[in-house]
């Protein structure tokens, strides 16, 4: 049987279970990921900029030519809208954000349409990429010759048949 006493123990260990529960609730919602946060950063390490994939690389030259929008209709997901149409996905504009590389205007409606802009360090990871690619164009250019691959050298003469 239980006493009142017992009953006030439980009452009260209910009590700190509830407001244990609202704290972690709390904690919870701010680290909430939306599209176009930077919440991400909080539970992931961050990576350099220097080391974005191509596809986010083409996908964050689309998106420096301006007029990029995040929008949403009909209670669908969210997409990303460029003048050209070009497709991003979702995915990879969140890798791009989570990096700090874009900035999503997130004080606009999504039905309207929430401007992308690509920031200072978005632009240096493209000038890094660019050289970083441009480098190894040129190394491997410069690097195929026969001499270096080993592979012997053939010259093929032409018969000429009368």
């Known amino acids: 049987?239980?006493?009142?006493?017992?009953?006030?123990?439980?009452?009260?260990?209910?009590?700190?279970?509830?407001?244990?529960?609202?704290?972690?609730?709390?904690?919870?919602?701010?680290?909430?990921?939306?599209?176009?946060?930077?919440?991400?950063?909080?539970?992931?390490?961050?990576?350099?900029?220097?080391?974005?994939?191509?596809?986010?690389?083409?996908a964050l030259r689309e998106l420096a030519k301006g007029g990029a929008t995040m929008q949403t209709r009909d209670l669908r997901p969210p997409i990303i809208l460029t003048p050209d149409n070009t497709i991003i996905t979702t995915t990879t504009f969140e890798s791009l954000d989570e990096r700090g590389l874009v900035h999503l205007d997130t004080s606009v409606p999504l039905y309207?349409?929430?401007?992308?802009?690509?920031?200072?360090?978005g632009q240096r990871?493209?000038?890094?990429?660019?050289?970083?690619?441009?480098?190894?164009?040129m190394r491997t250019a410069a690097g195929r010759t026969p001499a270096t691959t080993g592979m012997p050298t053939v010259t093929a003469k032409r018969e000429i048949r009368r």
Do not use: C, W
């Open 112 to 121: 309207r349409g929430r401007p992308i802009t690509v920031t200072a360090e």
């Open 1 to 58: 049987m239980t006493t009142a006493v017992d009953l006030h123990e439980q009452i009260n260990h209910l009590r700190h279970l509830a407001h244990d529960f609202k704290v972690l609730h709390n904690q919870v919602r701010t680290l909430a990921v939306v599209p176009g946060t930077r919440a991400l950063r909080q539970l992931t390490p961050q990576q350099a900029p220097h080391k974005i994939s191509l596809t986010q690389y083409e």
């Open 125 to 137: 990871a493209l000038a890094q990429y660019r050289s970083r690619t441009d480098a190894t164009a």
